[in-house]
């Protein structure tokens, strides 16, 4: 299945890209610049695509982000600390972002004849982020079925979108991927902050793997705070 992987240069879709290369036939990564306040992310996108010797294209949508206002991702606005699925992580979305990415990176499976679009979306995004549920998986694919119909079969390929983050680093082992060599960080400094929701989910993950996690955080004991304080709320599982 030649597959072309939709890649932020987290730890997700790293991992996604090394177990693709393992598993399928890899023909791309394709990055998205809308503009976000993290743009370092880019760089660990463009690294993966140069480790597994695949081209790399970074797709310039930051006029069209500049319109998707009121995050903390594109925004002046303070990235929260915390657990990821608190209510207080809503204003990370950015509406429509993984529809608009991947009806583009459809476009470009269906020129360069790939089979398959993968994208990282996994079960722990589902309280936040609706365009990372199952029903949005099954409602994308079937509208690009008719968007391409008569030129192009290409299927959304979405392993982790049941699973949650565990299973991906205990997928990303598997497939040899250099988790260091990923930045989830929303905060975007020199190192992962450790507190916001991303940070706190990371390390939270390779807990539950029981897989040693190579980051460097700046405050490394913040997220079992943030994990009792969600389970207080009844946020987490």
Not at 68 to 92: F, N, R
Not at 161 to 189: L, Q, R
Request: with cysteine; aromatic share 8%; proline share 4%.
């Amino acid at each position: 299945m030649k597959t072309i992987v939709v890649c932020s240069g987290g730890l997700d879709s790293v991992s996604l890209a090394h177990k693709v290369a393992r598993e399928h036939e890899l023909v791309g990564i394709v990055s998205f610049n809308y503009g976000q306040r993290h743009q370092k992310e880019i760089d660990f996108a463009k690294s993966c695509a140069e480790r597994l010797d695949v081209p790399f294209d970074e797709v310039d949508i930051r006029s069209i982000g500049k319109h998707l206002g009121g995050s903390a991702l594109t925004d002046q606005i303070d990235v929260p600390d915390g657990h990821y699925a608190e209510d207080t992580m809503k204003i990370t979305v950015v509406p429509n972002r993984n529809a608009i990415m991947l009806a583009i990176v459809f476009g470009i499976a269906a020129a360069k004849k790939a089979d398959a679009v993968a994208t990282a979306v996994h079960g722990g995004d589902h309280f936040i982020y609706p365009d990372c549920r199952p029903d949005f998986v099954d409602a994308f694919q079937k509208m690009q079925d008719k968007a391409l119909d008569g030129y192009a079969d290409v299927k959304l390929y979405t392993p982790f979108v049941h699973v949650p983050k565990s299973d991906i680093v205990k997928a990303g082992a598997a497939a040899d991927t250099p988790f260091a060599e990923t930045w989830s960080c929303y905060k975007g400094g020199d190192i992962h902050c450790g507190r916001c929701g991303t940070c706190v989910e990371r390390r939270e993950a390779f807990h539950e793997a029981g897989i040693e996690d190579p980051t460097i955080y700046a405050d490394p004991d913040y997220w079992k705070d943030a994990v009792e304080e969600a389970a207080r709320n009844g946020t987490t599982g």
